[in-house]
């Protein structure tokens, strides 16, 4: 298993300012990745997390919004920039190994954003 | 979109009875998973099954695959309140790395 510990748990942010948010795993990983999930919603994923080069994003999600840093295999951090109300979701950061199939998450920071 | 779809959204029951949800998908998979979420916490993976496998049990849990019909189904039986939450079926399909999942199904176990 993989153990992660995922920061801040929740937050609540006025609108136009970022918030970083931390996922530090146990062991080294490949492949990490952030989900976002609006109120209600199935999981979406922003992008990709790549050690040593460029996120990978997914459609309709830009490193200008959603920056990411991978600077080894056991951190990364998905920042929300110049956030809006609509950005009000769990962002939830998750790993997957080598060696096994499924993904391990986080416990997902809980942000509100007025 | 890629993304599955899960019924029924929510499904509220007595404590000792069975739950039971679907999820159908649109891709071929390698193989399909279940996830559970606890207040909009994280995600804990239940039980994965493969494309070649029909069926899988894991104590309480049953899963079963139709591969024709790209659909899954995720049995609870004996339900306790403990089993309350979101569950999420997710597939990994035969191409590139992400995972998609499915819209969710809410389950409340009444005590």
């Known amino acids: 298993s993989a153990v992660i510990s995922q920061k801040p748990s929740r937050d609540i942010c006025q609108r136009g300012t970022s918030l970083t948010i931390q996922c530090q795993v146990d062991?080294?990983?490949?492949?990490m990745f952030w989900y976002r999930q609006q109120p209600g919603q199935s999981l979406t994923l922003i992008a990709t997390a790549n050690q040593g080069s460029e996120a990978t994003y997914e459609s309709g999600f830009v490193i200008d919004k959603f920056p990411i840093s991978r600077p080894n295999l056991t951190f990364s951090t998905l920042t929300v920039s110049n956030m809006s109300p609509e950005d009000s979701s769990i962002y939830l950061c998750?790993?997957?190994?080598?060696?096994?199939?499924?993904?391990?998450f986080g416990s997902g920071t809980q942000l509100s954003v007025l | 979109s890629q993304q599955g779809e899960e019924d029924p959204q929510a499904l509220s029951i007595q404590e000792g009875e069975n739950a039971t949800m679907n999820c159908s998908y649109k891709t071929s998979i390698n193989n399909l998973q279940w996830y559970r979420q606890n207040s909009g916490r994280g995600l804990v993976h239940l039980i994965l099954i493969r494309s070649n496998e029909r069926e899988k049990h894991s104590g309480r849990l049953r899963v079963t695959l139709d591969t024709s019909k790209k659909s899954s189904s995720l049995l609870i039986t004996a339900s306790r309140a403990a089993d309350t939450a979101s569950y999420f079926c997710?597939?990994?399909?035969?191409?590139?790395?992400?995972?998609?999942f499915g819209t969710g199904t809410s389950l409340t176990v009444i005590p």
């Open positions: 998750s790993v997957e190994r080598a060696d096994n199939e499924k993904l391990f």
């Open positions: 997710a597939t990994d399909p035969n191409t590139g790395n992400q995972f998609y």
């Open positions: 062991s080294q990983v490949t492949m």
